[in-house]
């Protein structure tokens, strides 16, 4: 295992790749320096910089228009700002890497987008990205856990459109996109978590063309329209979630969700109904959720 430095060593990033074995660790001193991919076959490779805004990551891309790509599996990438790339800021087409400390902003397209399988991206922040600030097109098993997405031209979250299905989004800060702050989109099995969703343009949770998706203990306050809007959709769990100051419904359900449970909500002060249930109960359960006023009558307790 061996570390090699750029630029003193090594002039670029990419230099340092290509001579790379697995397990070998790349360190990225302070200043600005071009995109790179990690190869196929360039796998357990620890990439890192002196922290965000320190090392940047802001100058010819790594493959395409994207910033940086990864194409290996289980590399590390830690420490440092991507920026103002044409395309993705980081796009992940392998498994099991991890991203962590990093700052993607002012890309094209999204600041992260995840395409492979058990990633884990932790305590990044995205923002003010032409797409989403956090994509999972086709990804499973991954775990996105206490970033920060703000500020960014579509979604804060958008999970699936592809099929992504199985990912954990936990302890996530959404604010302030120009669509939803978490979208479920033709996704399945997910888990929201704990994370906070706040003064979206959209609304603060989206599901739709999903099954058996579960919304659990979020905070939904202050979002445009909804603060969870759902349709298209079944089996999902809304359940213990606080939902407040929403400019439309606090929970909006369409007549297209079915065999849905929504539960011990937190629901209160939104603009129109805290709960509404376009098409009546059906069948979907509701119990035991305190909200102030609810369509049809009879939904809070």
């Known amino acids: 295992m061996t570390l090699r430095i750029v630029p003193t060593e090594f002039t670029t990033v990419q230099n340092a790749i290509d001579v790379s074995s ?9 200043g600005i320096f071009d995109g790179f991919e990690v190869t196929v076959g360039k796998d357990n490779l620890k990439i890192f910089g002196c922290g965000i805004g320190k090392t940047v990551i802001a100058g010819t891309p790594g493959l395409g228009n994207n910033g940086i790509v990864l194409n290996a599996n289980q590399t590390t990438l830690n420490g440092f700002t991507v920026q103002g790339f044409s395309e993705d800021g980081i796009e992940v087409n392998s498994n099991n890497n991890v991203l962590k400390q ?17 990633n884990v991206v932790i305590d990044n922040i995205t923002t003010f990205n032409r797409g989403s600030g956090l994509n999972i097109p086709s990804g499973q098993h991954n775990c996105i856990l206490k970033n920060e997405s703000q500020e960014n031209f579509s979604n804060g979250y958008l999970l699936g459109q592809s099929g992504a299905n199985n990912n954990a ?17 033709i996704s399945n099995s997910d888990t929201l978590l704990r994370n906070i969703s706040l003064k979206n343009d959209f609304a603060g949770i989206a599901v739709a063309l999903s099954n058996d998706v579960q ?16 349709s298209l959709s079944s089996r999902l769990v809304i359940d213990s979630n606080i939902i407040r100051k929403n400019n439309e419904d606090g929970i909006s359900i369409f007549n297209t969700v ?4 929504i539960r011990f909500n937190k629901v209160k002060g939104n603009s129109q109904f805290d709960i509404a249930a376009q098409g009546g109960i059906g069948t979907n359960i509701y119990d035991g959720n305190k909200c102030e ?4 009558p009879g939904l809070c307790t």
Request: hydrophobic share 35%; net charge negative.
């Open 258 to 261: 079915t065999n849905s449970t």
């Open 102 to 118: 990093i700052k993607s902003t002012l890309n094209g397209n999204d600041g992260i987008e995840i395409n492979g399988d058990n």
């Open 22 to 30: 697995a397990g070998d660790s790349i360190k990225i001193l302070a």
């Open 169 to 185: 989004i936990i302890n996530n800060l959404a604010k302030e996109n120009s669509i939803s702050g978490f979208a479920i989109d």
């Open 215 to 230: 919304v659990i203990q979020n905070n939904i306050c202050d979002n445009l329209e909804d603060g969870i809007r759902m």
């Open 293 to 296: 006023n609810s369509s049809p």
